[in-house]
């Protein structure tokens, strides 16, 4: 494995787990454990905090920070090594762009208080880094193989699952997580008061879940017939989560299993790059 691939697929692997971090700190509710940014209490380090819950969201929110921030490295890297190599040398620093825009979000979320809409931006933003790079791993690899019979249900299956998780952050952002406690009704009614505007995000998000399965169950069965391990895979995946999200909602939204339906969102996320990959590129004659 040469230096550069290696280097891609570690900074995936990074890029995942600042994924999950992420939602875990927001999920704990420790989003504003340092009020200030970059620094936690103008100090690298929390220190001095008497209170030790504080102290405790404090480590976890710079922990997120310091985990990104060597992210944030490691693609300054594949860049500069991009350019070297001409492998991708416009496809990194795009990548390189969105991380500067992406710590901008990170800091405007303190700055701003958690602002919801500035909250979801920065979940897709992450999402958009880990999609990026996982094509950037799959271009490293001599794959001689494509499907381009498959654009339109590898393409509109992704553009489903970036709307369901752009509303799923929108719900984690406005602490709508528990709005509608019962299954499958929501609030004792198949389409609550659109006047109650938890209840209203909640449903939505909810609601274009079933949209969701239906198209990614569409593109995993077209799928089939070309990839067999992607497209069963696929279908694991989407039944995980759309498993996860009831559990949340049966269980009352316990931390770990939020983190984990955030961690299934990636991972989806992650099957399908796969699956456009093979859909759009095209192999050299």
């Not at 690298?44 to 209170?51: R, S, V, Y």
């Not at 790079?133 to 499907?147: D, K, N, T």
């Not at 109650?196 to 909640?202: F, P, Q």
């Amino acid at each position: 494995m040469n230096a550069s691939r290696a280097l891609v697929l570690a900074t995936l692997a990074l890029t995942f787990v600042v994924v999950v971090a992420g939602a875990y700190v927001r999920l704990s509710d420790a989003g504003l454990g340092c009020p200030d940014w970059p620094l936690c209490y103008g100090q690298p380090l929390p220190d001095g905090i008497a209170d030790r819950d504080a102290l405790a969201r404090a480590w976890k929110e710079m922990g997120h920070r310091y985990l990104a921030g060597t992210l944030g490295v490691l693609i300054l890297v594949m860049a500069i090594l991009s350019w070297k190599t001409r492998h991708a040398p416009w496809l990194t620093t795009a990548l390189l762009a969105l991380v500067v825009f992406q710590a901008t979000l990170g800091m405007w979320t303190v700055t701003m208080l958690l602002k919801p809409a500035i909250v979801t931006a920065h979940l897709l933003g992450g999402m958009a880094i880990l999609g990026v790079l996982c094509w950037l791993a799959l271009s490293h690899f001599r794959i001689e193989r494509e499907a381009s019979a498959l654009r339109l249900p590898a393409a509109l299956a992704l553009g489903v699952l970036a709307v369901q998780i752009a509303l799923g952050g929108w719900v984690s952002a406005n602490y709508a997580g528990l709005a509608c406690p019962d299954l499958p009704l929501c609030r004792g009614a198949l389409v609550p008061p659109m006047d109650d505007t938890l209840a209203a995000i909640h449903w939505t998000h909810r609601m274009f879940a079933l949209a969701v399965v239906a198209v990614l169950s569409w593109a995993s069965v077209k799928t089939f017939r070309h990839f067999r391990s992607l497209a069963l895979l696929i279908a694991a995946l989407l039944l995980l989560q759309f498993s996860l999200g009831v559990a949340n909602v049966w269980l009352q939204m316990p931390l770990w299993l939020a983190a984990a339906h955030n961690a299934g969102a990636a991972l989806l996320l992650a099957s399908l790059v796969v699956l456009n990959f093979f859909a759009f590129r095209k192999l050299r004659p």
